[in-house]
């Protein structure tokens, strides 16, 4: 799943609707939704992204933070390390190697780590 996802997934189940009813509402298909949902799609693109936030009345940093989110939301990333450092590289590829088997709590060390930069 990735964050503009799992944001999505929670906007929806907050109102009570049902996948088909959002994404009718959105006029997309279930099954595009589901994927967006479960992070099996890549990241949205600003016009949908904007749909979602009139469905759902969202307005000024709720709209700057879905969009952040969805920007996010790749979940194919490629780490360009060309010119850095040899370490840099070998992080890059030791994380790519090994982020499935991290714990949540790991995860989030990660992040707050790299938020403080």
Same mark, same amino acid.
């Given at each position: 799943?990735?964050?503009?996802?799992?944001? &999505?997934?929670?906007?929806?189940? /907050?109102?009570?609707?049902? &996948?088909? !009813?959002? !994404?009718?509402?959105?006029? *997309?298909?279930?099954?595009?939704?589901? %994927?967006?949902?479960?992070?099996?799609?890549?990241?949205?693109?600003?016009?949908?992204?904007? /749909? *979602?936030? /009139?469905?759902?009345?969202?307005?000024?940093?709720? %709209?700057?933070?879905?969009?952040? $989110?969805?920007?996010?939301?790749?979940?194919?990333?490629?780490?360009?390390?060309?010119?850095?450092?040899?370490? %840099?590289?070998? &992080?890059?590829? $030791?994380?790519?190697?090994?982020?499935?088997?991290?714990?949540?709590?790991? *995860?989030?060390?990660?992040?707050?780590? $790299?938020? /403080?930069?």
């Amino acid at each position: 799943m990735t964050p503009f996802g799992e944001r &999505l997934r929670n906007l929806r189940k /907050q109102r009570g609707l049902t &996948l088909a !009813a959002m !994404a009718e509402g959105l006029d *997309v298909t279930p099954a595009y939704l589901s %994927a967006l949902e479960r992070g099996h799609r890549g990241r949205p693109n600003r016009r949908f992204v904007h /749909q *979602v936030c /009139q469905y759902f009345g969202i307005i000024w940093d709720d %709209a700057e933070e879905l969009q952040r $989110l969805a920007d996010l939301s790749h979940p194919r990333v490629v780490v360009d390390t060309a010119n850095l450092d040899p370490r %840099a590289t070998l &992080l890059a590829n $030791l994380l790519a190697e090994r982020i499935a088997a991290l714990p949540p709590e790991r *995860v989030e060390a990660m992040l707050r780590l $790299l938020d /403080q930069e």
